[in-house]
């Protein structure tokens, strides 16, 4: 009934609303390119996913590798039961080594079709939503220190209170960034330096020292865990770890360290919303507090987003992300909308979004 006919993936655009977006070692991204995946059913149910790598230096992922992998799992995929999620991850795992990322929009489309078979929206699938909404961070990309003060002033104004400094740069510049920023804190709000792996260990602990006076999180100091480890360990600041959180054996490495606060679940990262949500679960049993988000994406992706988050306990929900308030291309109706510094995930079945196909369909690369 729910078999697997047909796989397709487009390719879009998305431009920056103020450029480029700019982290860690010089690291800069203007326009991002996304892959959108639409999985169809026999009976003729569409689901869609969203996969956006932040360009082909920040984890071991791009976007032609999204679509190239694709190309590579789709004929093993066709037949197969699109609601039997982690025996379709299984397959996906069998007949692709690693390459989360490109199985993740797969996952979610296969999401979206279940939603819609069941007349239910996404987050009840997960569990059911908390409360009315959940509160989102904004990314500050790396400037100067004073631009990167004055940016707080303006997104404040668009209701955020959690506020991620782009810093791994040169560590006093950093120590500045921090300082600057840190002075425009009002009571209430929160402030993370993600170095996004941008420090030498010495050099990281030159900035932890350096602010510590300052309440700030330190995120994801180095580029291996056991340099993060060894900082976290001569630090008093909250930590959290991102990039070196790649699936469940470092997940729970990581809490038996003690190497982490917080961590960062990005859906692509772990392969989709199955095992992103089983994440998820894991933290909420050991309470440790989390941050869902993805690479990068439009509305599918927040749309993704929305739903894992707001299926998760407020009192562990450190944050999320809304990416795309930070895109000039929207490529879905129905997708959620910032509001306040706030979000809530669709109460529609699915993801609740339908794709613009005046927007994606001249971008069609291939069908399975």
């Known amino acids: 009934m729910n078999k697997i006919k047909r796989i ?48 082909p230096f920040y984890l071991p992922s791009y976007a032609e590798g999204v679509r190239a992998g694709i190309k590579e799992l789709g004929p093993h995929l066709i037949g197969l039961d699109a609601t039997n999620h982690f025996y379709l991850n299984q397959i996906m795992d069998q007949s692709l080594k690693g ?25 009840n699938l997960l569990g059911g939503v908390y ?31 959690r506020f991620q400094l782009k810093v791994g740069g040169n560590p006093d510049e ?33 900035v932890v020292n350096a602010v510590s006076d300052i309440d700030v999180y330190i995120e994801q100091p180095c580029l291996s865990y056991d340099e993060c480890l060894a900082v976290r360990k001569k630090t008093n600041h909250p930590f959290i770890l991102d990039e070196s959180i790649n699936g469940m054996g470092t997940l729970l490495k990581g809490y038996q360290d003690g190497a982490m606060d917080a961590v960062n679940i990005k859906i692509s990262k772990f392969g989709g919303i199955t095992k992103a949500a089983l994440a998820r679960d894991i933290c909420s049993e050991l309470g440790i507090a989390m941050t869902i988000e993805d ?7 927040t749309a993704s987003i929305a739903h894992l988050a707001h299926s998760t306990d407020p009192k562990l929900l450190f944050t999320a992300t809304d990416f795309n308030s930070y895109v000039t291309v929207d490529i879905a109706s129905g997708a959620p909308k910032r509001d306040n510094g706030r979000m809530k995930s669709s109460s529609k079945p699915g993801l609740g979004i339908n794709p613009y196909l005046e927007v994606l369909g001249d971008s069609k690369v291939d069908i399975y």
């Open 8 to 55: 397709t993936a487009f390719q879009v655009d998305l431009p920056l609303k103020e450029g480029s977006y700019n982290w860690s070692e010089g690291k800069s991204v203007s326009v991002f390119d996304s892959t959108v995946v639409a999985v169809e059913t026999e009976d003729g149910l569409i689901g869609y996913g969203e996969c956006c790598p932040l360009g």
């Open 99 to 123: 390459h989360p990322y490109v199985k993740s929009p797969i996952d979610v489309a296969c999401w979206d079709i279940k939603g819609k078979i069941a007349n239910l929206p996404v987050s």
């Open 131 to 161: 409360g009315d909404d959940f509160i989102l961070y904004r990314a500050i990309s790396q400037e100067n220190p004073e631009a990167m003060a004055n940016k707080v002033k303006e997104y404040r104004k668009e209701g955020y209170r």
């Open 174 to 206: 950093d120590i500045e960034r921090i300082r600057a920023v840190s002075e425009q804190m009002k009571p209430g709000e929160k402030l993370i330096a993600d170095a996004n792996t941008g420090w030498l260990s010495h050099e990281a602990l030159r």
């Open 295 to 301: 690479t990068w994406g439009g509305d599918i992706v």
